[in-house]
């Protein structure tokens, strides 16, 4: 597991001339903070820091919390719940020393934020129509939503306007086309969730 920043996308072309969409992404080098395990805690999980952040910034038990592991404050915390932890408070992780070329990996972020949206852009409708007969003003509406005398209320779940976009978001299965470590980076194929220099989180599966 690791956490990183969406750095935008781009393209490269496989040796057989196959042109492929792909994400970069600043991928580590993250922290581990905390572990937590059944004894203790009641679960196992890890805890893991991103991005460091001057210690004027944070918070005394925060200062105290990052120091009980020995690492420097992080901007961001995460944490990842697993059956098998194997690693220690203080241990770095890199994006070399769990991804290599080849490896299918989940990502999750926070998908855009779309701000109040009609039934159009947010559930696709087609609209009522038919702007004569009548219909001047109805072109972009969701039409009939109720029943009749029986039930006589709109049903829970009814496919209606609202806010849409930043929700949380995860894709299974990309495939990681290249690894850097000179630079932390990850190229994945494909899109991901997420504006550029959002933070989101990588599970190798």
Do not use: W
């Not at 926070?110 to 559930?123: D, L, W, Y």
């Not at 000179?182 to 190798?204: F, T, Y």
């Amino acid at each position: 597991m690791l956490l990183g920043r969406k750095l935008g996308m781009t393209s490269i072309f496989s040796q057989t001339g196959e042109y492929i969409p792909c994400t970069v992404i600043e991928a580590g080098p993250c922290a581990v903070v905390q572990v937590r395990s059944k004894e203790k805690d009641g679960y196992t999980a890890v805890q893991i820091g991103f991005e460091d952040i001057p210690e004027r910034k944070v918070s005394q038990p925060q200062i105290g919390h990052f120091k009980k592991s020995g690492v420097s404050p992080k901007r961001h915390l995460k944490e990842f719940r697993s059956d098998k932890v194997t690693l220690t408070p203080g241990e770095i992780l890199t994006v070399d020393s769990i991804l290599q070329k080849g490896d299918k990996v989940k990502v999750s972020g926070t998908s855009k934020g779309r701000g109040f949206q009609g039934v159009m852009k947010r559930h696709h409708f087609s609209g009522v129509g038919m702007s004569s007969h009548g219909q001047s003003d109805r072109q972009r509406h969701p039409g009939s939503i109720g029943s009749s005398s029986f039930p006589s209320r709109v049903f829970k779940g009814m496919r209606m306007a609202g806010r849409m976009g930043g929700t949380t978001i995860s894709i299974r299965n990309l495939e990681v086309l290249d690894v850097m470590p000179e630079q932390n980076l990850l190229i994945i194929k494909g899109s991901i969730p997420g504006s550029i220099n959002s933070i989101v989180e990588i599970v190798k599966l």
